[in-house]
């Protein structure tokens, strides 16, 4: 098999094979890969599934449930509150690209601490919280413009309810939000004047 990503086999019973040491892991050695930076799919048995964001997400819980967790409630519920929204298309590149500015900042938090020369760590944690603050703006006003840019993402259900009234414009040009759609309603649109 000439794939570059190593491959770990989860069984009916929830075992987990890892086909590169041709061995048995558990939830926990699979957590280790992670920290490791290893590459790595997880693959149902019988099927070929990708299980990888399964397994994944069942580390997260388990680590949620122990010491202090990363995710509060509130976090919790707002994360649950984007599965069916206009905007949950979003969030995923959102949520990406916020992680991935933070630990751009962490690695660069680190250089500095290294290099002090003539500084104090406060004055360079208040220039590396300006930039920070910079950052998260310009992430956000990037986001917010793609959104206006994005009629094509509207539901097909939405989408034939903007093309029949005849003003070529979606909800993201408003500026506002778009509103849900009741399930009831989806049919019974608004009419073509």
Do not use: C
Request: charge should be positive; avoid cysteine; charged fraction near 20%.
């Amino acid at each position: 098999m000439a794939t570059s990503n190593r491959v770990i086999k989860k069984y009916p019973n929830r075992r987990l094979y890892d086909t590169e040491i041709s061995s048995y892991i558990t939830l926990e050695e699979v957590r280790q890969l992670v920290l490791d930076g290893e590459i790595f799919e997880v693959r149902d048995a019988k099927t070929n599934d990708d299980l990888t964001r399964s397994v994944l997400l069942q580390i997260i819980a388990e680590h949620e449930q122990q010491g202090a967790p990363m995710f509060s409630v509130p976090l919790l519920t707002q994360i649950i509150r984007f599965y069916g929204d206009a905007l949950q298309g979003l969030m995923g590149p959102y949520l990406e690209r916020s992680m991935q500015v933070f630990l751009e900042q962490q690695q660069q938090f680190r250089k500095q601490l290294t290099s002090v020369v003539g500084q104090t760590p406060w004055t360079m944690f208040n220039e590396l919280t300006t930039r920070n603050m910079d950052l998260w703006q310009n992430l956000q006003r990037s986001l917010v413009e793609s959104a206006n840019a994005r009629p094509a993402a509207k539901p097909a259900a939405e989408a034939g309810t903007t093309a029949g009234n005849g003003s070529g414009m979606g909800h993201a040009h408003g500026g506002a939000p778009p509103r849900p759609v009741p399930a009831g309603a989806k049919s019974g649109g608004k009419s073509s004047r």
